[in-house]
């Protein structure tokens, strides 16, 4: 059985364009050319894992599911059979969205642009001569931090696995607790110690392990034990713990 009463807290700054976007990253598609019944599809899987895991959501991202469906309506009934709407001008009930879309993602480019100047002048300081060993390693792995819906992408595709493989295995289900599943990943990971997202997986046998595992780990993250990082979009995702925690 599932730990029901727990609730996640997280601090989401992202809001539903942000997941459209990253949707549109995704499946790398023009925004231009986005297919409203694939992105709403996505959209509602999204919000429905939000709802698995009992995360706290901001009415906005409901506000944007109506929309995405109404849109999706539109697109599907013939012209002659949609009701007449006033101020519309636009053939296409995508535009107005697609246009929100275009306008969000310039200033968000603008800030992420503004962002990594106010990082690059942190780390400038005076030319002194490099130490011999100073330059990186030729090839070495460059992570980068992973957002919240890179993280939900990377556990829908870990539960999906395990309901594949787990389909005609019957396992008696046990109930597990969040804090019993934060003691096991401490134990699994050492401090400075780091491990890929699919390997916390390997030994679960019910989906609500699956799912208390994964609700560890994100409490574990809000508490600075862990951050998660992967190598490109869509890349293998690696938890690492920090070294003094």
Do not use: C
């Amino acid at each position: 059985m599932l730990d029901t009463d727990y609730k996640v807290s997280l601090d989401i700054f992202e809001g539903p364009l942000d997941l459209l976007i990253y949707l549109i990253k995704k499946d790398e598609v023009d925004i231009y050319d986005i297919s409203i019944e694939r992105i709403t599809k996505q959209y509602l899987e999204y919000i429905q894992t939000f709802k698995l895991l009992n995360i706290d959501l901001a009415s906005e991202f409901i506000v944007m599911a109506a929309n995405l469906m109404y849109i999706k309506s539109r697109t599907l009934l013939p012209k002659h059979q949609q009701a007449p709407e006033e101020d519309v001008e636009e053939e296409d009930p995508r535009w107005e969205l697609i246009r929100q879309l275009i306008e969000y993602k310039k200033f968000k480019d603008a800030a992420g642009f503004l962002h990594r100047r106010e990082l690059e002048q942190e780390d400038y300081f005076p030319h002194v001569p490099e130490e011999p060993g100073e330059e990186e390693e030729e090839g070495a792995k460059t992570l980068a931090e992973v957002g919240i819906f890179d993280l939900i992408h990377a556990f829908q595709e870990i539960l999906t696995r395990f309901e594949e493989e787990s389909a005609f295995e019957e396992i008696a289900d046990e109930q597990f607790t969040v804090s019993e599943k934060i003691d096991f990943l401490l134990k699994e990971i050492l401090p400075g110690n780091s491990i890929r997202l699919s390997e916390l997986f390997a030994k679960a046998t019910t989906k609500s392990e699956v799912i208390v595992t994964f609700l560890a780990l994100l409490e574990l993250m809000k508490l600075m034990y862990f951050r998660v990082r992967q190598e490109g979009l869509l890349g293998e995702i690696e938890v690492h713990r920090n070294e003094k925690l």
